[in-house]
């Protein structure tokens, strides 16, 4: 694995290939061979090319800044040639290349991965009905939410422990997983269990805001150093509100802040990027920094899975990539944020998460390269061209110099504010290079690991139990 210098060329330079892999048509969702290339000239880009047999061409930029993409290979067998429908045993392009393979052999390398986070649904059901949600969970009222067993859900968790041994992070999802009936009992299940270290609640915040016996139950059942809220956010703007949630639900979030506020309980922001709110990422930078138990924002460039329309897949213009988030994020900061203040994660694929800091020092938002040099602890990215299944089967933070930074910066949640960008994969930006290594893991209903991007696809040759 190699990482595209940071020092732009001095000259113009032609297209180059840089990789080749597996991908999907944007219209079918059927596989198809496709190309990574990055253009030449300064401003350089990384577009992901594939060709359809019966909807033709298509092209996405998946990095609008070749700065911010990595080149990392995947299985020897994604390299399957040119951008053209890969071949099937008779050797016609029948453009179903791995619709025949055996659907437990993907599922049986994602369980040979590191684990980094599992993410279990506990709902089928929601307290809203937003029009871009990845799960496309329908809404119910409190007293009809369609809730799975809660021995299930423990022997389901049990299950990937006794397997694979500890959970570093055990992600609580749905739906809207606050409203469990048995919630606190599941909770406190969790928090005992001695192999799981810390317990995540992906929740749109609308129980805890509206409903004080709720969030007051909440506050005593947490533990803290060990429990964390992962609260939907959609930036300080008005724009973009509607098309996200179906309303505008500003209040109600700083309602859930400041209930988590009185009651000490960390929060992290997730933020879903569009084009309408891509100018206001720092100003929700900044409002996060207002608060002094929100540890960070996770930004997520929307991908359309789930409840979005289908025809929006084949949007190619209008698509964001980490690249995107970073370049705005720098700008609009007017110099307090900078290029180098971001890394990849050395665990998973470099281009499936990619983390930054800003460091709180003596009462002031500090860069954090004027104190620390990623560049110099980035080893990982130099010492591996193509990843052996024995590397997939560990993570690099438990070994590389920067996983270790990264888990100093987590510990010292006081002076330390944690920037996350997340993009996830749907047929326009799918590389199957990126799912040989997730770590980014689903619990399925059958109890098997699967990866997140894989799981939500919708493809009919994913679906699942």
Known sequence: MSIISLTPPAFALADELLKRTRSRCV???LPCAAEVWRTGGIASKVFLKRVCPEHGETSVCIA??????????GKSENACGSPRCCESADGSTSGTLGLNADPGEALGVIEKLSTCLALIEIVNSCNLSCPTCYADSPRRTHEDVDAIPLESIKHRIQGVIDRKGTIEILQLSGGE???????????RWLQDHPQIDYVLLNTNGVRIANDETFARQLGEAFCYGRFQLYL????????GQQFLRGADLREIRERCLERCRTMSLPVTLAMTVTQENLPFLWESIEFGLRWPNVR??????LFTSGRIPRSLSAQTSTRLNTGDIILAAVEQSRSRLRFEDFTPLPCGDPNCATIGYLLKVGGEVRSVSDFVDFSKVQDFLGTKIRYKLEDLMKCGCDSEPLGELLKQFEL????TFR????PFMDAGTWDEDRIDRCCTHVIRPDGQLDSFCRYYSGFAD???A
């Open 27 to 29: 219209v079918c969702h």
């Open 64 to 73: 609008s800044d070749a700065r911010f993409y990595w080149l990392a290979n």
């Open 177 to 187: 997983p606050t409203l469990h009936p048995q919630f606190f009992e599941l909770l």
């Open 232 to 239: 939907q956010f959609d930036g300080v703007q008005q724009a």
């Open 296 to 301: 960070g924002i996770s930004f997520q460039p």
């Open 412 to 415: 010292d949640e006081t002076h």
């Open 419 to 422: 920037l996350l960008i997340k």
């Open 462 to 464: 994913c679906k699942t």
